[in-house]
């Protein structure tokens, strides 16, 4: 199972680190993406990194602004999300493949465990 948390209320150009964890299993060797579903919109992609941490991808809409990153020792990965806009404001969900070594993608079929979200919040 897998707990996204480190949401919050934050005013717009602030930040937030959300983080990733699993609990009855490790993350090591999982690929780990990041998705977003702002209300009544679908949920979409945000960031992904590769089970070595050797790649990572964003959206277009976060690049330059988030950076994904995962820890070892935590057994986490880590959501940096700096310069906030109002439009960052979503449920955050973190999720793996069903596979190890399996590099992660943009889409949701391509994963199959998912956490329950945790709240980002921006005021403008």
């Known amino acids: 199972q897998l707990q996204a948390s480190g949401g919050g209320l934050v005013q717009a150009g602030g930040s937030l680190r959300l983080s990733c964890a699993a609990s009855g299993r490790s993350l090591e060797n999982y690929g780990v993406g990041w998705f977003r579903q702002a209300p009544g919109k679908e949920r979409v992609f945000v960031a992904a990194?590769?089970?070595?941490?050797?790649?990572?991808f964003y959206a277009d809409a976060v690049r330059g602004r988030f950076s994904i990153s995962r820890d070892r020792i935590s057994d986490t990965v880590y959501l940096q999300m700096n310069t906030l806009e109002p439009e960052d404001a979503a449920v955050y969900y973190c999720a793996t493949p069903s596979r190890v070594w399996v590099l992660p993608g943009r889409t949701e079929s391509q994963y199959s465990y998912w956490g329950q979200g945790t709240l980002v919040t921006v005021s403008s």
């Open positions: 990194i590769a089970w070595n941490g050797g790649t990572k």
